[in-house]
């Protein structure tokens, strides 16, 4: 095959790094008593993520992962685990996808919807094991983003709605949280959010 | 470096030595075909005889022979004489395609559909093959173009054109096929489909990019969609691509001289493939026509549960094998393959299909090189999934 021009990989060379050789995957077999599971997305979506956690005075110990997605997915969840083992809890609670696109030196715009869901398992797995503890969550909340400042509607705020499946369209949104009919400038970020959160937990 | 395996073929092929040299023999011709003088005609006769050549490859008078920039434009065109028509007040207003139709249709149709023209789809199979019953009930006297393709890009399924052309014609309207991906690998006659348009493109079988043909017959109502000079009889305007034109009709030439053992050795391939794949991997779906009365030959196209079509093409391409997938992730929209969620497939297994596609300069070896590869691959993502498949 005779040409003059060679392309870079179509990733940096940390995230072909981290497909390639995905750190502490979460191995068939493996002796792995997780404190708390988080598992996020869904298989029709193309990307689901399982983060298991072990919880040492206060700080992850061990973590595992397993991924069904693309290049982005697997190596942003491998690059999470990396981060996030030895962080205290609240550390871990507060990583967000910026810190882990940075960490691999960056995703194609198109693909940064595939980072989120790694910190979101993680999260998950966090509130599971306080749960499963019996401890006060004070975690949950703090990491919101106020995306409607009229009503005061956060993201986790559409998340939990699309989650528990009370929200699938914009007008279901809008009925129950009243976003977006004042002043009307959020209606984008909005929208951005919300088909995140339907591509995230299924349509 | 390790062995390379280009199986990509449908979604472009590379030029045939035999089109290269062609072409080369010809770079003195650099004439505008346009011009009087007698390197313009020298110029213009090779343009002749290309046409002439991809007119016999579809069995079509050369006067319905236009070179377009490709089968994107041809179609485009197609859609563009109706919208017209349309506009000019014909009581025909509706145009009806199917759903498994390449992007250069499916999007133009969309297109008109936002700017408020009639159309509908007509919905295909299982195996992706058209419903020649719901086309029936679809097509009625207020429809002016029917469009079907002949073989599907993504799954392999040939579509029953002549049947779909029938039922087109018994309500008057006329009917177009996209062409191009069946040209080179199975016989496509015009007369024997019953087409009024048909579109192709060069580099499908071997011949050079930007370069396609649309055939119009004569009978058909035909309009200007690149408008200038008053090149192919004032229906497509600029100045023509001499060496790629000679390139396309290199190739046609090619194409009629191989097609049956063409096919024969691209079906071998790809059944070789698919029995091999079927034996080594658990949880494999085949996608798209079983036989090769129904399907292209050189195309394979399987659903591997559990893991993501995406990361499989990349670890393949490390191995340096290169295949195109269905999954969203690779094309940056949410949505995996329309063409496979039509004939019905789940949305995951629409997410983890890989599309193999063979083509002439594929050999044996490639598909052992292949089937030694793959298993332990699929294997690896599946370890990693979240869905365990044992």
Redesign the interface.
């Known amino acids: 095959m005779a040409s003059s021009f060679m392309a870079q990989w179509v990733y940096t060379d940390v995230v072909k790094d981290h497909f390639m050789n995905p750190r502490n995957l979460w191995k068939e077999g493996e002796e792995f008593e997780a404190d708390g599971i988080g598992e996020v997305g869904s298989l029709a979506c193309g990307d689901q993520m399982r983060v298991g956690i072990k919880v040492r005075d206060g700080r992850i110990a061990d973590l595992r992962w397993l991924t069904y997605g693309c290049a982005s997915a697997i190596a942003s969840t491998s690059m999470m685990s990396e981060m996030a083992i030895g962080m205290t809890l609240e550390e871990a609670y507060h990583l967000t996808p910026q810190m882990i696109t940075e960490a691999l030196g960056g995703l194609p715009e198109h693909k940064f919807h595939c980072s989120v869901l790694g910190d979101k398992a993680l999260r998950a797995a966090i509130d599971d094991y306080l749960e499963k503890n019996g401890i006060e969550n004070r975690l949950k909340g703090t990491t919101a983003r106020m995306i409607c400042e009229c009503k005061g509607v956060t993201d986790h705020m559409i998340e939990e709605l699309v989650k528990s499946g009370k929200v699938h369209d914009f007008e279901g949104l809008q009925a129950l949280t009243g976003c977006c009919t004042v002043c009307g400038k959020c209606r984008d970020k909005i929208m951005e959010e919300l088909n995140e959160q339907l591509h995230i937990y299924g349509k | 470096m390790g062995r ?1 395996v280009y199986l990509d073929n449908n979604g472009t092929t590379a030029m045939a030595a035999e089109v290269i040299d062609f072409i080369h023999q010809n770079d003195g011709l650099y004439g505008n075909a346009s011009s009087m003088h007698s390197l313009g005609r020298d110029a213009a006769a090779g343009i002749d005889w290309a046409r002439g050549m991809v007119a016999r490859l579809v069995d079509a008078p050369a006067e319905g022979i236009y070179f377009t920039s490709g089968a994107t434009e041809s179609n485009n065109t197609v859609f563009a004489i109706f919208r017209d028509l349309i506009d000019e007040g014909s009581c025909r207003d509706r145009i009806v395609l199917s759903t498994v139709e390449h992007p250069a249709s499916i999007e133009t149709a969309k297109y008109l559909i936002g700017k408020g023209y009639r159309v509908d789809f007509a919905p295909v199979d299982h195996e992706g093959r058209l419903d020649l019953a719901r086309l029936a009930e679809l097509v009625g006297d207020d429809v002016c173009l029917v469009s079907v393709m002949v073989g599907n890009n993504e799954s392999g399924t040939i579509q029953p054109v002549k049947e779909a052309a029938a039922i087109a014609h018994s309500h008057g309207a006329f009917f177009h096929t996209d062409a191009t991906q069946a040209i080179g690998k199975i016989p496509v006659s015009v007369k024997d489909i019953g087409a009024d348009y048909l579109s192709l493109s060069g580099h499908k079988f071997y011949g050079p990019k930007g370069i396609g043909v649309l055939y119009a017959s004569p009978s058909a109502p035909m309009g200007p969609y690149i408008h200038g000079g008053h090149q192919e009889k004032g229906m497509r305007a600029g100045t023509y691509n001499n060496q790629a034109i000679y390139g396309i009709g290199k190739a046609a030439e090619l194409a009629m001289a191989n097609l049956q053992d063409e096919h024969d050795r691209l079906w071998a391939m790809r059944e070789k493939l698919r029995k091999g794949i079927l034996e080594r991997i658990p949880d494999v779906i085949v996608n798209g026509a079983a036989d090769a009365e129904h399907c292209l030959p050189g195309t394979l196209n399987v659903s591997f549960s ?6 499989i093409l ?1 670890y393949l391409d ?1 191995e340096g094998i290169e295949v195109s997938t269905g ?4 094309t ?1 929209s ?1 949505e ?1 393959s329309y063409v496979l969620l039509a004939a019905g497939l789940d ?2 297994l629409a ?1 983890g299909s890989i599309r193999f596609s063979f083509g002439r300069y594929n050999t044996m070896e490639d598909v052992d090189y292949v089937l030694e590869k793959l298993p332990p691959i699929i294997e690896k993502i599946r ?6 498949v044992r």
């Open positions: 390379y559990g893991a993501e079509g995406e990361s990349l490390m999954s969203a992730c690779a940056g949410l995996p949305v995951e997410h370890d990693m999934s979240t869905r365990k």
